[in-house]
């Protein structure tokens, strides 16, 4: 099974809103991501966790902000986002960070 | 700094041609690691391939097969009578070893590929 589930799948929010997303993988992997993708465009890495603790941050806002529970899990907190925020969100994991990545079907986020 | 550069921004074939999607990659480090993603518009990368530095054997799977050609940087993605269900968006992506960006997949700009019945 490398199935990593993200919901939800489509979120609408509004700039003061607090929302949360979830990633949740079952495959025993000790590595998981948190990407960005506009349209037309790559995924951008926002976090990597390594083993629960936050190994890299690449420099994002701090209205993100992720959250790793336990090894299955990881959340991203959102906070007073703004429209140039819309885009997909995806999850990943790996078994170790040099290993392949599984991806999640993605959040599709909107602030409006 | 790394860089994956994918050349072909679109490529458009009739079902059954075969297609290539190219992919360069730039980097410092002597291990490393290259993988091929598949994004159809559900939106879900879809892992197809990882090829590590010290393999340059090239690998078969099905209509797939992928050449790793270190000396020119190169590990190019060829589709064998191409499927309309291959229409996609592809990502060439390359991973370092260690160092402070441990993890971090940099990934190219990707190819649009529509296969036309």
């Known amino acids: 099974d490398t199935e990593v589930t993200q919901t939800p799948k489509h979120l609408v929010m509004g700039m003061t809103n607090k929302k949360s997303l979830k990633c949740e993988q079952h495959m025993g992997h000790r590595a998981m991501y948190w990407y960005k993708q506009k349209a037309k465009k790559p995924p951008e890495l926002m976090f990597v966790y390594s083993y629960e603790k936050l190994s890299i941050n690449e420099s994002v806002p701090s209205r993100f902000s992720p959250e790793c529970p336990n090894s299955s899990l990881l959340n991203l907190h959102l906070h007073a986002l703004q429209p140039e925020d819309s885009a997909l969100y995806l999850c990943?994991?790996?078994?170790?960070?040099?290993?392949?990545?599984?991806f999640g079907q993605g959040t599709r986020l909107t602030v409006v | 700094a790394q860089k994956v550069t994918q050349a072909q921004t679109e490529i458009s074939v009739v079902e059954k041609e075969d297609v290539t999607l190219d992919c360069v990659y730039e980097t410092r480090d002597t291990t490393y690691y290259l993988f091929w993603y598949k994004q159809p518009p559900s939106g879900e990368l879809v892992f197809l391939i990882r090829?590590?530095?010290?393999?340059?054997q090239n690998e078969i799977s099905g209509r797939y097969s992928w050449n790793f050609q270190k000396s020119t940087s190169s590990f190019n993605f060829t589709i064998t009578a191409s499927q309309v269900v291959d229409s996609a968006v592809y990502f060439c992506?390359?991973?370092?070893?260690?160092?402070?960006?441990?993890?971090?997949?940099?990934f190219g700009q990707g190819t649009i590929l529509t296969v036309h019945p």
């Open positions: 990943a994991s790996s078994q170790e960070r040099n290993t392949e990545a599984f």
């Open positions: 992506a390359l991973r370092n070893a260690g160092g402070t960006s441990y993890g971090k997949l940099t």
């Open positions: 090829r590590n530095s010290f393999d340059e």
